[in-house]
């Protein structure tokens, strides 16, 4: 198993799509900054160029780094079946389960990193270039951080599973869409009129990660209290052990 | 009982794919030592009886042994005295040579980072170390796959098509290079080809397959009796000649193609007899000729008949 994770930590970081996808990610969040701070030295009186401003914009788009965490899965697979390099791996004695879970691991630390750079850029331009708002808009953005932590390696492992199940990126993706985005919209749609369906999507990750709701200073997000941050955590870690399971299924009986 | 001369012992190994039998029943004893040719057309079952013995697919029904291992985690244990390319060879395309045998050393746990670089240059690629997989020729991306099937020093080399896209020259040194191994580290070999000719130079065994089916299964040595000179003659009559062979010359090791064409073999020093045989009973003699019959031949008759039966 150590073998596996290093031959894939290896891969990971001999090869451009880690750099590029954290590249772009910091670039993006780099320039929403800029230009806030571009808008507030020419425009009078612009009231958008604070940090509570872009840091609470961050926290109500947490589903954005989970469609991202399904880039990164598909980073980590490297369309493997495609490439028949699983083949090679299967062939020379490794079992399935072992490469699965290197895989899910590599992944998880490749995904932490992306967000330690991206964040760590993102809130430290933010303090450089925007006026202070003071502390506890940072503070709510690294508990909404680290409350959609599992839920983000949720999405990444899902991927990595459909992939598996599906046999093909292009499966991957499209099935990933559908239980990650689309189920839980529909739903969530559903819970206007349907009480079940309402209390059924306040577990749907997705639709967790972009619930906001209008509070009493500000914004109320899923992770707002103790009680919500709890269950952001317990929703990621179900949704982490149910795609493992669904990826394990699937790469033992994958025929190569 | 498993024979410890035995490699690889296949029991009614079979492999079906919806309604398609890709495998069926395949009973198949690899020698320890020996480079065993697997000779067949497209679609015989050669790659699927590769990739059930790789873990890659899964039997539908009977079994195999790998040295003594009988069931998966056993197996797993001894492919890892495996090496092998299983059709085109895979690996990451945005990765340099040196980078995929890398990652494989490092996953197979391999010591000695020199090892990759003694591997390539064992195949004739250190000169292209570090171009990236996929701007390779396919003879280049060949030897890769050969480098990797070589990077864990293995005992059993299963090898599918190894020499697909190699150049004259190319085709040469590997045949040299796995001679050597097995002659030199008594490397076992399962290979197969559609290049029948690759095999007769090489191969001390064969299995012959035809649909999925194991048509035969003999030595090089008898391979090479059974390949020996034959007669092919034409008549007018080919059914009178035929009863005439037997009753007169008390020849029956013949066969007649469908065509009417009729191959004698056995020793054939003398063709007079065949001749003067036809001439004296006025059956006109179209052709007479003695011919080499070669493995593709040999293949050629036994499917054809495989196939009538």
């Known amino acids: ?38 808008m507030s030295t020419f425009t009078m009186d612009f009231p958008w160029a604070t940090t509570k401003y872009v840091f609470s914009m961050l926290e109500t788009s947490m589903h954005i780094p989970l469609l991202l965490s399904a880039v990164m899965g598909s980073v980590v697979v490297s369309d493997e079946l495609k490439h028949r390099t699983i083949s090679n791996s299967v062939a020379f ?12 691991i590599v992944g998880t630390a490749a995904s932490a990193a992306c967000l330690l750079v991206t964040e760590a850029g993102f809130i430290g331009s933010g303090y450089l270039l925007l006026e202070n708002s003071g502390p506890a808009y940072t503070m709510s953005l690294l508990k909404g951080t680290a409350a959609c932590i599992p839920a983000w390696i949720a999405g990444m492992v899902a991927f990595i599973s459909l992939y598996y199940a599906t046999g093909k990126e292009s499966g991957g993706i499209w099935s990933w869409i559908l239980i990650m985005v689309a189920v839980p919209t529909v739903v969530g749609l559903l819970g206007l009129k349907f009480e079940l369906c309402a209390r059924l999507s306040s577990w749907l990750l997705y639709a967790m990660m972009s619930h906001t709701e209008p509070g009493e200073e500000w914004l109320i997000y899923s992770w707002s209290t103790t009680a919500g941050f709890m269950k952001c955590h317990v929703a990621g870690i179900i949704g982490i052990a149910l795609f493992i399971g669904l990826g394990i299924m699937a790469i033992r009986r994958r025929e190569l | 009982m498993i024979n410890s001369n035995v490699i690889i012992q296949t029991h009614q ?20 030592g020996s480079i065993y040719g ?9 790659t699927t009886l590769l990739k059930i013995l790789l873990g890659q697919v899964f039997p539908t029904s009977g079994s195999f042994s790998l040295w003594e291992a009988q069931e998966e985690t056993a197996w797993r244990r001894n492919r890892r005295r495996c090496g092998a390319i299983i059709e085109a060879p895979g690996f990451f395309p945005n990765m340099t040579a040196v980078q995929n045998l890398e990652y494989y050393r ?7 980072k020199e090892k990759v670089s003694e591997k390539l240059k064992e195949v004739g690629l250190a000169d292209a170390a570090h171009k990236k997989f996929r701007q390779m020729s396919l003879g280049m991306k060949q030897r890769l796959g050969l480098a990797l099937a070589l990077l864990g020093e293995p005992e059993l080399l299963l090898l599918d098509e190894p020499i697909n896209g190699l150049d004259p020259a190319g085709i040469i040194e590997i045949r040299s290079l796995l001679q050597k191994l097995n002659r030199e580290k008594h490397i076992t070999i399962l290979i197969s080809s559609h290049i029948l000719a690759e095999l007769e130079n090489m191969a001390t065994d064969y299995a012959f397959l035809s649909r999925g089916k194991v048509i035969q299964q003999l030595s090089a040595k008898r391979l090479h009796e059974l390949c020996g000179t034959y007669l092919e003659i034409r008549v007018t ?13 008390h020849q029956r090791d013949y066969k007649v193609l469908p065509d009417g064409t009729i191959h004698i073999s056995g020793q054939l020093e003398d063709v007079t007899p065949y001749s003067k045989l036809a001439v004296e009973q006025g059956i006109g003699l179209l052709a007479l000729e003695r011919r080499e019959m070669q493995l593709e031949d040999y293949y050629m008759h036994l499917a054809e008949d495989a196939q009538r039966r």
């Open chain 2, 106 to 112: 490092l996953q197979r746990g391999i010591p000695g």
């Open chain 2, 237 to 249: 009559e080919p059914e009178r000649y035929t009863a005439l062979l037997e009753k007169e010359l």
């Open chain 1, 1 to 38: 198993m150590t073998n596996c994770i290093k031959s894939e930590f290896y891969r990971v970081f001999h090869t451009k799509e880690v750099y590029l996808l954290t590249g772009v990610c910091l670039l993006a969040v780099l320039l929403f900054n800029v230009v806030l701070w571009f």
């Open chain 2, 38 to 46: 697997l000779v067949g057309n497209n679609g015989a079952g050669k």
């Open chain 2, 13 to 32: 190994l079979t492999k079906q794919y919806g309604q398609a039998l890709a495998l069926d029943h395949v009973d198949l004893s690899i020698p320890k």
């Open chain 1, 93 to 104: 004695g490794l079992s399935r389960e072992q490469i699965y879970l290197a895989k899910v």
